[in-house]
């Protein structure tokens, strides 16, 4: 058997993980103290490894797709014509609502929301955000500023706000969801579960698109918001949904950003950074910060370790989990530790049947950070 193995990898979306955890854990550290450990300077940016692009004399390189894809041409969608004239008839409805009923009947807001749709359909996006808009005033009109029944429109308007790119409204309508449901749920009912998902996702894709005064408290709202959501599902319907270990594997993700992010600590002495971050701690009933970067990723990975080692039966996944935990320590210069998880990521698959076959999978190649 191999005694030391060298493999640099870390692939945070397909984390089908279990993971043999050790009884001791480091404690959590001040954010500045740990910033201070990481291993690498990258600078005032986050640093993106991709697969290597193949050269061939006479053939041009398959470059990957880019983040954001252009919008399709909604006129060359056959179905183009037909919908232009459900929107002429659903304009019709509109107006005969409004003529009847007047112009905050309740009956406008489903036809409001069938019409946005299709405006969404058609690429119009702008026309979508005022028919969105319009349906969503008139259901607080009818039903309170709070209600619940604007999520739906609320959710389409945001769509086509980021179709537009306006990242201001896109910005304030995440916010305002999470407030929304929280106002009306409290911060442990597990029905905001899936608003905490996606204002921290999309916490992280502001940070990426680098909007915002304070890039670094992007990252640590996502933090808190990941962490909130994982202890509520783990909570209210246990380790083994399915949601679980997605959300343990993006509070790593986060974590790994974090540690790449030169300005985080100097941010984080903001007053502004601290207020806002105390304040979304205060609505989420969490006392405390908890570790970011290397030891917040760590504790992440060791989570998804305890759940599948103690509600999973398969070894395979119990080796990928410690072959994925040793990448973490390689990205932060953690040797040794490195080494203790591949070796034993190793002994594992050395006890299956295809054990070769794995073990190339496994270890024989080098692939994308």
Request: charged share 25%; glycine share 6%.
């Amino acid at each position: 058997m191999l005694r030391s193995i060298q493999k640099i990898c870390l692939s945070f979306t397909v984390l089908t993980v279990c993971l043999y955890v050790s009884p001791g854990r480091a404690q959590e550290v001040e954010a500045s103290d740990e910033l201070e450990q990481q291993s690498v300077d990258t600078g005032n940016r986050l640093l993106y490894i991709d697969l290597p692009v193949a050269l061939e004399e006479g053939v041009g390189p398959a470059m990957p797709e880019p983040i954001y894809r252009e919008q399709p041409n909604a006129e060359d969608d056959p179905e183009h014509g037909l919908r232009e004239q459900y929107i002429r008839e659903y304009n019709s409805a509109v107006e005969e609502i409004e003529y009847t009923g007047g112009a905050w009947d309740r009956a406008l807001v489903e036809e409001l929301f069938a019409l946005g749709l299709l405006q969404q359909q058609q690429g119009d996006h702008d026309a979508a955000v005022k028919t969105f808009d319009r349906a969503i005033h008139v259901n607080r009109i009818n039903d309170g500023l709070y209600t619940l029944q604007q999520i739906p429109h609320v959710e389409s308007m945001l769509d086509s706000y980021l179709a537009l790119e306006d990242w201001q409204n896109a910005d304030d309508y995440n916010n305002y969801l999470f407030f929304i449901q929280r106002k009306a749920f409290g911060a442990n009912d597990p029905r905001i579960i899936p608003v905490l998902d996606r204002l921290a996702n999309w916490n992280l894709q502001a940070f990426d698109l680098g909007y915002g005064d304070f890039p670094g408290l992007r990252l640590s709202t996502a933090q808190i918001l990941f962490r909130a959501a994982a202890r509520m599902v783990g909570a209210h319907f246990g380790r083994s949904d399915e949601r679980y270990v997605p959300l343990k594997t993006n509070i790593a993700k986060s974590a790994y950003m974090v540690s790449r992010y030169r300005n985080y600590a100097t941010e984080l002495q903001r007053p502004e950074f601290r207020i806002t971050e105390d304040s979304l701690l205060r609505s989420l009933n969490q006392g405390g910060r908890g570790p970011v970067g290397f030891r917040s990723g760590e504790n992440a990975l060791l989570d998804i370790v305890d759940y599948y080692n103690e509600e999973s039966s398969s070894r395979l996944d119990l080796a990928a989990a410690i072959s994925n935990l040793g990448d973490w320590y390689v990205l932060f210069n953690q040797r040794r530790q490195a080494q203790e998880s591949y070796n034993l990521a190793w002994q594992i698959l050395a006890e299956l049947d295809n054990c070769d076959e794995l073990i190339q999978q496994f270890f024989g190649q080098v692939v994308p950070i």
